[in-house]
């Protein structure tokens, strides 16, 4: 499968967390709104009612989480790692900053799944755009708001 910089990729283990999500806000989630919707009405006055704006509000936010979810499902394409020489969303890559010998693994995902903090890169990044289709040996470099950062790529799995 020929990845595109401009489509959108989720993973499998992704995918089975949005879909469980999905099923956890259609029925408990929803459920326990109307119930609140319910019991709100049953306070009287609308227009002066609180916990019933509210609870519209918090309503609304479902609605569109559920909505969100359901199109990140049917747009994305589920990939389950990446093989090849060349970066991909779902390549695992090992860089190392010029200047030093300081070594950094980061895997590429779709933007969906972008964590810093555990080092998952979005594909639609600076650094994931200037890494996407790029093999073993490149050298890439992108801006960052400090400057123009220089790479070279020391492995691709």
């Known amino acids: 499968?020929?990845?595109?910089?401009?489509?959108?990729?989720?993973?499998?283990?992704k995918k089975k967390e949005l879909e469980a999500e999905l099923v956890d806000l259609q029925g408990p989630k929803r459920k326990a709104i109307l119930e609140s919707l319910e019991y709100a009405k049953s306070l009287g006055?609308?227009?002066?009612?609180?916990?019933?704006?509210q609870t519209r509000e918090d309503q609304g936010k479902l609605e569109e989480r559920i909505a969100k979810v359901e199109a990140i499902?049917?747009?994305s394409q589920v990939v389950s790692g990446h093989s090849g020489e060349s970066v991909g969303?779902?390549?695992?890559?090992v860089v190392e900053k010029e200047g030093t010998k300081e070594k950094k693994t980061y895997q590429i995902v779709g933007s969906e799944e972008a964590d810093m903090a555990l080092?998952?890169?979005?594909?639609?990044?600076?650094f994931?755009?200037?890494i996407f289709d790029k093999k073993k040996g490149d050298n890439?470099?992108?801006k960052t708001p400090n400057g123009v950062v220089n790479y070279k790529i020391i492995d691709v799995s």
Do not use: C, W
């Open 73 to 75: 499902l049917q747009s």
């Open 119 to 126: 080092g998952k890169i979005s594909n639609r990044s600076p």
């Open 1 to 13: 499968m020929h990845q595109s910089q401009d489509a959108d990729y989720i993973t499998k283990e």
């Open 140 to 142: 890439v470099s992108f």
């Open 89 to 93: 969303v779902g390549s695992k890559v």
């Open 45 to 53: 006055d609308l227009s002066e009612n609180a916990e019933y704006h």
């Open 128 to 130: 994931g755009e200037a």
